[in-house]
């Protein structure tokens, strides 16, 4: 991918804290929810309740498609971009801690609450095969379509497990 989309999604992702997140039911209709998530670079996490219609969902069929976008005051200024992904529960210990780690700098308001038990709630490594940036200024509907390498990721899974392997919140 080059630099400059690379850029552009990360700056995107960095920018908010919810996206829309569509998973596919058994009956074959989509199903769009809205979601907190914090980013490590490409790489999205969220939490998702074992008991909801979501993680059934996700369970059966990992595909997911997020949304990302504001709204903005002119349709010329509109900038998001579209994401299909594949879901996949985090089991490691340090994974969940450095996730728990960028969740709280992403949501500070959270730290007066407990931590989700993974039992409960776990969570979740979103990781993008194929992004359409959107970015109206070069002209109405204008979006580029960016398939995500392994080579893309690299830095932000691989060079990370280690560190997970280590980390520990206190």
């Known amino acids: 991918m080059k630099r400059e989309f690379k850029r552009q999604i990360i700056g995107l992702l960095d920018e908010h804290r919810i996206m829309t997140m569509?998973?596919?039911r058994a009956d074959g209709w989509p199903q769009a929810t809205v979601v907190g998530y914090a980013n490590?670079?490409?790489i999205v996490y969220c939490l998702i309740s074992r008991d909801s219609q979501k993680f059934a969902n996700i369970a059966r069929d990992p595909r997911v498609s997020l949304?990302?976008?504001k709204d903005y005051p002119?349709?010329?200024m509109i900038k998001?971009?579209?994401m299909a992904a594949r879901a996949v529960e985090v089991t490691d210990q340090?994974?969940?801690d450095h996730v728990v780690e960028i969740l709280l700098k992403r949501?500070?308001?959270y730290k007066v609450m407990p931590r989700p038990d993974p039992a409960a709630v776990p969570t979740f490594r979103l990781t993008p095969e194929v992004v359409s940036v959107l970015d109206y200024s070069k002209g109405f509907g204008h979006s580029d379509l960016v398939r995500v390498t392994d080579n893309d990721l690299a830095e932000f899974v691989e060079a990370r497990r280690?560190?997970?392997a280590s980390f520990h919140a206190a």
């Open 22 to 24: 569509a998973t596919n």
């Open 67 to 69: 949304a990302i976008a």
């Open 107 to 109: 949501y500070p308001e």
């Open 80 to 82: 998001g971009l579209s």
């Open 74 to 76: 002119q349709p010329l």
């Open 94 to 96: 340090g994974e969940r």
């Open 162 to 164: 280690h560190h997970w």
């Open 40 to 42: 490590d670079g490409l």
